[in-house]
T-cell receptor, first 109, second 112 residues
């Protein structure tokens, strides 16, 4: 079993749709969690950190469920520019940082 | 400008040759990471370092070596023992183990 598993996708949604991605992790000692966005042939860029209390940044909401060991990302009112691959990242206290395989989102007009 | 610099952006090597990829950061970050990405795949951790003169193997360290002699530098050597070296290599750094990481623009290595 992989340490970090994501919905494989791809997700194809119309503009304005709400879409949710999930990511599960196996190491209960994991301490910090992030969502990144990666455009084709580019480096990943931080989208947002994920906190136990949940956090929101505009149309994006991230949540963490430590008991069930999963994190989620919700995108509301999807824009064409949201088309990208979304990667979840899980860090342990020992410094190991593991990425999920990514979920590809395509937003269509 | 502060950031992470990887060089070169594209690199071609003949099979059987060792090659070293450069990664430099001026963010004063303690932690640095190397990942490999194959087409259509996620990022896989090769090596990581939390502090100068210390580093740990990631999930796919075989055929690779690193050094961390200076805080700002974390070079990766792809040795001839790496069976399939052609890939996109990404370096990242973070202030500490539990903070967000920032990436360089990557090096695309092609071995022929």
């Amino acid at each position: 079993r992989k340490e970090v598993e994501q919905d494989p996708g791809p997700f194809n949604v119309p503009e304005g749709a709400t879409v949710a991605f999930n990511c599960t992790y196996s190491n209960s000692a994991s301490q910090s969690f992030f969502w990144y966005r990666q455009d084709c042939r580019k480096e990943p860029k931080l989208l947002m950190s994920v906190y136990s209390s949940g956090n929101e940044d505009g149309r994006f909401t991230a949540q963490l469920n430590r008991a069930s060991q999963y994190i989620s990302l919700l995108i509301r009112d999807s824009k064409l520019s949201d088309s990208a691959t979304y990667l979840c990242v899980v860090n342990t206290n020992a410094g190991k940082s593991t990425f999920g395989d990514g979920t590809t989102l395509t937003v269509k007009p | 400008d502060g950031g992470i610099t990887q060089s070169p952006k594209y690199l071609f090597r003949k099979e059987g040759q060792n090659v070293t990829l450069s990664c430099e950061q001026n963010l004063n970050h303690d932690a640095m990471y190397w990942y490999r990405q194959d087409p259509g795949q996620g990022l896989r951790l090769i090596y990581y370092s939390q502090i100068v003169n210390d580093f740990q193997k990631g999930d796919i360290a075989e055929g690779y070596s690193v050094s961390r002699e200076k805080k700002e530098s974390f070079p990766l050597t792809v040795t001839s023992a790496q069976k399939n070296p052609t890939a996109f290599y990404l370096c990242a750094s973070s202030a500490t183990a539990n903070t967000e990481a920032f990436f360089g623009q990557g090096t695309r290595l092609t071995v022929v």
